[in-house]
């Protein structure tokens, strides 16, 4: 998949939460299909103005680093699976951001997974549920509207609203996830 499309979904990302607003404790989640869409996702959310180092030393364990996202006083921290990062440990980062104490004061916690871990599910916001920035819906929405404002041609505008349009009837007949048929509208937008 495109940087520029992982890009477009870490900037509706930090979009979304600047204008919902983050609470110290919040926890967040998003499942991806591979590890390779999550290290993209990452990549993306990484480059993003503003980020800071963040570090977290288990007492049992070696130190974990990752970065976090300033939203005023709250620190957005970014935890995601990886070779050396297996879920259970996000359900103990997640455990330790709703005590607030230490590091993890005044912070979130986003989770990125590849892998379904039904811990991190319940205590934690789907990114992807019904009102969220990545539900299909919301995506849909965010594109159509895209489609709509940009400088394109008649013509060019109508096919991509017209290939939207197919997208979400596709979408209702099969469960694809998000982002291989977002990605797919949003190459022919770029």
């Given at each position: 998949m495109s940087n520029q499309f992982y890009n477009y979904i870490s900037t509706l990302l930090v979009e979304y939460f600047k204008k919902a607003g983050i609470k110290k404790g919040d926890r967040f989640y998003l499942q991806l299909d591979s590890g390779t869409d999550v290290f993209h996702l990452v990549e993306a959310l990484k480059?993003?103005?503003g980020t800071k180092p963040f570090r977290y030393k288990h007492e049992l364990g070696e130190?974990?680093?990752?970065?976090?996202?300033?939203?005023?006083e709250i620190n957005l921290v970014v935890a995601y699976t990886s070779k050396d990062v297996k879920p259970d440990f996000l359900v103990t980062l997640r455990n330790l951001v709703g005590e607030q104490k230490g590091v993890w004061e005044n912070s979130a916690?986003?989770?990125i997974v590849s892998e379904?871990?039904?811990?991190?599910?319940?205590?934690?916001?789907?990114?992807?549920?019904?009102?969220m920035p990545l539900h299909p819906a919301s995506l849909f929405n965010n594109l159509r509207n895209e489609i709509e404002n940009r400088s394109l041609e008649k013509v060019d505008q109508i096919i991509l609203l017209d290939n939207l349009n197919n997208l979400v009837k596709e979408q209702s007949f099969q469960q694809i996830t998000f982002l291989v048929h977002h990605q797919k509208l949003y190459l022919h937008l770029s």
């Open positions: 480059i993003l103005e130190e974990y680093e990752t970065f976090s996202i300033p939203f005023h916690l986003i989770s379904q871990l039904d811990s991190i599910q319940g205590g934690s916001s789907d990114l992807q549920k019904e009102g």
